[in-house]
């Protein structure tokens, strides 16, 4: 701490004696020539002499800057050029206060304590087990787990053989990058839930054997590159939960065993392209919960093994046609709470072990017709809540293994007779929340395997007679908060319900209309509430007379209907037939 409270006074007295305007700042960079210390990062990312020496150059040009900015109208700073190209006086202050904190972690790690690395003798392990954490010597692990610790116990003893440690859920900021010095049996190191915001570059430097690294729910935000390339052997290595920026592209490189990595809740903007050039093996890669607005091609080109890919949760918009051309084995690709808006051809076409596919919640409005043409083995195809309107005939016709359709809150208006074509398999179908008006009586007939059905929340007004006929399987519809209009044509919806009452999951659906029949259920209308209340309302009888049961003789049945609504509205009729067809009732008002 001392030091940084020097360097703080130092650059308060420097800045304070100077001069500031143009003229010292050309003065200044004449007789002071900076070394490019951010291009040489070979050795010392920063090394405090010449990092102090930036910083007073920043704080001087952040100040004229500020002097040099005009004093009305445009609120846009002046750009300064300085050692890192043209740069506005915001973006030098945010770098300079990044460098301080950088300084400050680095000189923090310095002056870390550290444990007493000792050999693996019997002697030592019983030395061991006498710190305050808990060391066992018959497995060689050891833990510190939640112990409100600020730094390692300085006097604990750490064997050399020692195969696995356990600091995570306590107070640690930083680590002095030999706390882990010699110990090439270790497997597994959890360092999770901590505060740490520094790594060493070397801390990890010995860990030859190391399996697994845990490191999530931490505040780092930026990584040195070199960080972890002695984990030849690491197989795990959790960095979710930080508030990581950027990832340097060779962060990961020499580490050749990695099967999962997991990146979730970070802040990266952008996923670099060589970024997995070394991990051939990797399995699982969870990138969910970040900022990343696109794919480029190549980025994937070595990952012919990885079966879990999850982009939840970012920013894309854009992803090139063959980013995911390599992963032949994927079996899981999320991404959900995207900003995409077409689904192309080539996209998804090398994916043929994909399971599960989740595209909901983004805001795609068209998918091509083979966009899923080569998903032979998917089981799972989430589209909810996006802006599709319409399903490209055969879409899914090679789909056989599906069985869950997502489609809810969409912009589907209609559906026809080869929208599902295909779907042998497919147990579950959620169209609810479109703004669908019709279908085509025989749109569910290929789903011969359908449980359950979600066309509620749409705009149907009728079920086409047929509509949920020949489907063996079907176990729930919902089909509530559509505005049923209950005239002739709810005759097979009522029906249907009184026939399968079972099957209706949740609730009754409502009629809308006509009339005084609006809030009935449709469930329990008859024939006479039904076609009696539609025979009123043909004839432009308004308001609609209260229904007087067994009174109409005529029509009896659906099909008479069906032909009296059609000399009604093709008016074929005969105006001494509409005449005579009046119901009885009308003459006793
Ligand atoms: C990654 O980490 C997040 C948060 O720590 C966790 O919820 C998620 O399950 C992890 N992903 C994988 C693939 O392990
Ligand atoms: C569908 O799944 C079955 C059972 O897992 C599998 O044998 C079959 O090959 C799959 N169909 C296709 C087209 O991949
Ligand atoms: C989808 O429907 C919503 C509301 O129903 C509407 O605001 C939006 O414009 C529609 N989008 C498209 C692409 O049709
Ligand atoms: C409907 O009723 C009429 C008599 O009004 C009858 O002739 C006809 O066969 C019935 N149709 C059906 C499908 O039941």
Known sequence: MFKIILITTLLHIFVNKSLINCEDIDLYK??????????DTENCPI??????????????????????????????????????????????????????????????????????????SQEEWNHCTAGVCRCNPDTKTFTCWNL?????????????????????????????????????????????????????????????????LRLQSNHLEDIDPRTFWKLRNLNLLDLSKNILRELPEQVFNNMQRLRVINLSDNRIKRFPIGLLNDQKQLEELDLSRNEIQFLESGSFYHQQELKVLDFAENQIYNIKDDVFSNLISLRSLTLHNNRLTVITKELFEYMENLLSLDL???????????????????????????????????????????????????????????????????RNLMLNNNILKKFDFDT???????????????????????????????????????????????????????????????CQPMCRGPGDLGGNEVGLLRYDDLCDGQWASMLSLSPRLPVRK?????????SDYVQMYNLKYYSTLNPQDVESTTPRWLDES
């Open 360 to 426: 909901t919640l983004n805001r795609i409005t068209r998918i091509h017709g083979e966009a899923f043409s080569h998903l032979k083995q998917l089981r799972e195809l989430y589209l909810g809540q996006n802006t599709i309107s319409t399903i490209s005939e055969g879409l899914f016709l090679n789909l056989e293994n599906l069985s869950r359709l997502m489609l809810f809150s969409n912009n589907l208006t209609s559906l026809y007779s080869n929208n599902f074509l295909g779907l042998r398999s497919l």
């Open 444 to 506: 569910f007939q290929p789903l011969i395997k359908l449980e359950k059905l979600r066309i509620d929340s749409n705009k149907l007004q009728y079920l086409p007679q047929g509509t949920l006929d020949n489907l063996p399987s079907l176990l729930a519809v919902k089909l509530d908060k559509n505005p049923w209009h209950c005239d002739c044509r709810a005759l097979y919806l009522a029906r249907w319900i009184r026939e399968h009452v079972t099957k209706l999951w949740d």
């Open 550 to 558: 067994h009174q109409i003789l005529n029509p009896k049945n659906f």
């Open 148 to 212: 409100n610790l600020i730094s390692v116990p300085i006097t604990q003893v750490i064997p050399m053989n020692m195969v696995y440690i356990d600091l995570s859920r306590n107070l640690l900021s930083t680590l002095h990058k030999d706390t882990f010095r010699g110990l090439t049996l270790l497997l597994e190191l959890h360092l999770s839930n901590n505060n740490l915001d520094f790594l060493p570059f070397d801390l990890f430097r010995d860990l030859d054997s190391l399996v697994q």
């Open 47 to 120: 090394n405090a002499c010449e990092a102090i020496k930036v910083m007073s150059q920043y704080f001087l040009l952040t100040k004229s800057g500020q002097k040099l900015r005009p004093q009305d109208s445009t609120p846009s700073p002046t750009p300064t050029t300085s050692y890192l190209g043209k740069i506005d006086p915001f973006t030098l202050e945010f770098e300079l206060q990044k460098k301080v904190r950088q300084i400050e972690s680095r000189l923090r790690a310095v002056e870390q304590p550290v444990w007493k690395l000792t050999t693996g």
């Open 30 to 39: 004449k007789k002071h020539p900076l070394p490019r210390i951010l291009a």
